[in-house]
């Protein structure tokens, strides 16, 4: 398929609207109220860090793997389709369920033979927008993420060599890839069908893009004020900036270890430099009040187990980030701090499982 062509292009741009609307319904505007200005900055104890604001209009994607219709309900399939594991057992939503968030309400994900991983399966929500995924950051792109999890032992225990035979003998399987593609099933293929669908995943319009963009009254008056905590004192803008909520960088949090690891060295065991011992990506916090357990290894039941954590400076750990520090939060502020975060669940997506070929 020459995506080049104008005709071909403008097919797949109506698609990608139409698709927009029936999953995501209306954009969030990017238009900004008088004195408001979505790329400033913010500057706490000499660090200047970009400013929250509205969620961008358009996920970043690839050219090489636009997001037309076809492609996104494929890739919505098999995102749901349990006989990407070994055992038939476990899909992407098993861990990533859009009832919960598009995450895993269990403290640390199980995995097609009932081993528990050590991690707690991040949030899908705006994964479009981050462009490092996993905790570690080890895959550089929704497409290579997507493959991961097919031969992790611990996760979907397959193998990719016989993973995609028995994806493309399905007859519709291999109806939908013949059309979308230009050929037959694939590692690639599939991936990137996982990928396009999991770029329409997008938490938007919460009570704080409608605040921002002007509308009185979208937030309460707690979390106004949990607002100015988060840019200030409570200093939580230091890593969760930008209109995703996330530097996309990795600290060391002093989280305590818990699960079935003793210890996780997180992003060092990808860069293997000293200083990223113990640091983990950081995550979005759209839509957070959806995604529990919290942290890494689900740490912390509750976002008031996470300001709590947070205000006494962290855990104790000797590569703890030099960001974090004891905040002397009163308890008033801590429970407006909780409604700020309240107030970034995004708009409801009406994602519904899809029938799956036989």
Not at 24 to 38: E, R
Not at 95 to 120: E, K
Not at 320 to 333: A, D, I, Q
Request: a neutral charge.
């Amino acid at each position: 398929m020459n995506a080049t062509r104008s005709s071909i292009g403008s097919a797949l741009v109506v698609s990608a609207l139409l698709l927009s609307h029936l999953l995501l319904g209306p954009s969030v505007t990017t238009a900004s109220p008088a004195g408001y200005a979505p790329h400033g900055t913010v500057t706490i104890d000499g660090i200047t860090v970009p400013d929250i604001g509205p969620m961008p209009t358009q996920v970043p994607t690839p050219p090489t793997n636009l997001g037309y219709l076809q492609k996104v309900e494929l890739g919505k399939q098999l995102y749901f389709d349990t006989r990407l594991s070994k055992n038939n057992s476990v899909s992407c939503a098993f861990c990533h369920n859009p009832g919960t968030g598009f995450a895993d309400a269990r403290q640390v994900s199980i995995g097609a033979f009932g081993t528990a991983g050590g991690r707690q399966a991040p949030t899908v929500y705006n994964t479009g927008f981050i462009p490092l995924q996993f905790w570690d950051g080890r895959a550089g792109s929704l497409e290579e993420q997507a493959i991961g999890p097919i031969h992790n032992p611990v996760e979907m225990a397959e193998k990719h060599d016989t993973v995609v035979p028995k994806i493309a003998k399905i007859a519709a399987y291999q109806k939908q890839f013949q059309l979308i593609f230009g050929g037959g099933a694939s590692l690639q293929h599939i991936a990137e069908a996982i990928a396009a669908f999991e770029r329409t995943i997008v938490s938007q319009n919460s009570a704080f893009d409608k605040h921002v963009m002007g509308e009185a009254g979208a937030m309460n008056e707690a979390a106004v004020r949990g607002l100015d905590l988060f840019k200030g004192k409570a200093r939580c803008i230091l890593c969760h900036n930008g209109p995703n909520f996330t530097d996309n960088k990795f600290h060391n949090l002093g989280v305590p270890q818990v699960g079935p690891l003793k210890e996780d060295l997180g992003r060092f065991l990808v860069s293997r430099a000293a200083k990223d011992k113990g640091a983990f990506k950081t995550p979005t916090l759209r839509s957070i009040i959806e995604t529990a357990p919290y942290m890494h290894d689900g740490a912390f039941k509750t976002l008031e187990e996470v300001v709590d954590f947070f205000d006494q400076g962290g855990g104790s750990n000797p590569n703890l980030s030099p960001l974090m520090k004891p905040l002397g939060l009163t308890p008033e502020e801590k429970t407006d701090l909780v409604e700020f975060l309240k107030a970034l669940t995004g708009a409801p997506l009406k994602v519904t499982v899809p029938k799956l070929p036989k």
